[in-house]
């Protein structure tokens, strides 16, 4: 599905002045929560395949910092219901939308609004028959960026824009084949869970749009210079809460894991398995550090032997 993943979309607007931002969110059952934020507007270029290192260089750098805008009154709807809230001093928001079981199962578009901008983003009910999900890592899972060579790292990250980034052959045609194992394949569970920081949402969204991966959400870690922050540097603790968190929220679902050896997603998996050995399927691992020694943990998957069978 080239263009909008309606699960993963964090719609910028493109007006002048500031822009809202929305983060997508989910629900099983009970209660549910939608997070986003307003900056001053960014480049509103789209990225092209042909562009240079040079503007690519610049559009990625200017991403990484932020306008922030504090105080700002935001609305939020949802059919025919309104919520309202105002950012912090990091420009983000958080706003209760109570009690969701009206809503039917599947995707929603739920949008915000300020003064002069607004935009949608997606709101996954999940059908209580999809029982079989899947939580991915991005980078070097289903995203080549190569993290053990930090010089090949950083021009995957700097020099190319998300059109132009690779994707690990296979893994989009797999997710599919994974989400159709459900009643509602269009709703699976699927969670694209990256350690980057929101500030990239959108790039990797672009990304997973442009490379035919199924609708899923894309949760980023939100970097602030308050205590509200995630863990910058902790992949280990972030994700492991994350993760967490899926399972407390999605309690019906059984998930496949998905992940690579270049640093700790094994160990992290081999964790959460541990901890919940009912609700986890199967855990695939990407091979690529290149340390002959590095350890191989028992029950966990070749991913390249699994494409290969596909």
């Known amino acids: 599905m080239a263009g909008l993943m309606l699960g993963c979309a964090p719609l910028s607007a493109v007006l002048a002045g500031d822009s809202i931002v929305l983060y997508p969110a989910y629900v099983s059952s009970g209660t549910g929560a939608l997070e986003g934020r307003v900056i001053a507007r960014e480049d509103a270029r789209a990225p092209g395949v042909d562009d240079s290192s040079w503007t690519n260089l610049r559009r990625n750098l200017g991403s990484l910092v932020n306008n922030e805008r504090e105080n700002v009154p935001v609305i939020v709807s949802l059919v025919d219901r309104r919520w309202d809230g105002t950012t912090d001093e990091e420009g983000y928001f958080r706003i209760e939308l109570g009690e969701l079981s009206w809503l039917e199962p599947g995707w929603h578009r739920i949008g915000g609004e300020i003064t002069g901008s607004s935009t949608e983003t997606g709101l996954l009910v999940l059908p209580q028959s999809n029982v079989l999900g899947l939580i991915s890592d991005l980078d070097d899972t289903i995203l080549v960026s190569e993290v053990n060579s930090t010089r090949r790292m950083l021009g995957n990250a700097l020099l190319r824009n998300p059109l132009q980034r690779q994707a690990v052959p296979g893994t989009a045609s797999l997710y599919r084949q994974l989400a159709a194992r459900n009643p509602d394949p269009a709703a699976a569970p699927i969670f694209y869970l990256s350690a980057s920081p929101r500030?990239?949402?959108?790039?990797?969204?672009?990304?997973?749009?442009?490379?035919?991966?199924?609708?899923?959400?894309?949760?980023?870690?939100?970097?602030?210079?308050?205590?509200?922050?995630?863990?910058?540097?902790?992949?280990?603790?972030?994700?492991?809460?994350?993760?967490?968190?899926?399972?407390?929220?999605?309690?019906?679902?059984?998930?496949?894991?998905?992940?690579?050896?270049?640093?700790?997603?094994?160990?992290?998996?081999?964790?959460?398995?541990?901890?919940?050995?009912?609700?986890?399927?199967?855990?695939?691992?990407r091979r690529v550090n290149p340390d002959p020694n590095r350890p191989r943990l028992v029950d966990q998957g070749d991913l390249a032997t699994l494409l290969s069978a596909d």
């Open 199 to 285: 500030q990239l949402h959108f790039s990797i969204e672009t990304f997973l749009g442009h490379n035919d991966f199924p609708p899923g959400v894309l949760i980023t870690k939100r970097v602030t210079n308050d205590e509200t922050s995630e863990p910058l540097f902790d992949q280990v603790a972030y994700k492991k809460a994350r993760i967490g968190e899926i399972l407390a929220r999605a309690p019906h679902v059984r998930f496949t894991l998905f992940g690579d050896d270049g640093e700790r997603d094994p160990e992290i998996y081999e964790e959460v398995r541990r901890l919940h050995p009912e609700r986890v399927d199967a855990v695939w691992i």
